[in-house]
């Protein structure tokens, strides 16, 4: 009867424990993780590039150009949007603009910089 409540102990166990690894993978899924590769920024006619690596996946990011940015690499392994204001706010004027991972993009002529980013994650 002790090897019967023994082996019930453990599978309840092993039970618990894979419960616990699970709650704990799904709670921390992005939590301290970062982006593979770098964000490249350039404003409008400027040779001055702001890189970003390694930057964490949650959050906004401002964009630290005094002008904002009107040119953007996305040589990361993950996708980005990109927002015309420095909180990564949607406006009327100013929509998010999404950049896919390995892709660039320009700001149309006479449009609003871009101000910072999220990572989509």
């Known amino acids: 009867m002790f090897e ?8 309840t166990g092993v039970i618990i424990g894979a419960a616990l690894l ?3 993978t799904a709670t921390a899924c992005s939590a301290g ?9 350039r404003a409008h006619d400027s040779p001055i590039e702001v890189t970003y690596s390694n930057t964490p996946v949650q ?8 002008h904002g940015a009107a040119h ?9 949007v990109l927002y015309r204001t420095p909180n990564c706010q ?11 991972t390995t892709t660039s993009n320009v700001t149309a002529p006479g449009s609003l910089p871009w101000r910072s980013f999220s990572v989509v994650h």
């Open 72 to 80: 953007v690499e996305n040589h990361t392994l993950v996708d980005v």
């Open 33 to 41: 993780k970062t982006t593979v590769g770098t964000l490249a920024f």
């Open 4 to 11: 019967h409540g023994g082996a019930q102990l453990r599978r």
């Open 59 to 66: 959050g906004c990011h401002k964009i630290r150009l005094p």
């Open 22 to 24: 699970l709650t704990a």
């Open 90 to 100: 949607k406006t009327e004027r100013a929509e998010g603009i999404y950049v896919p």
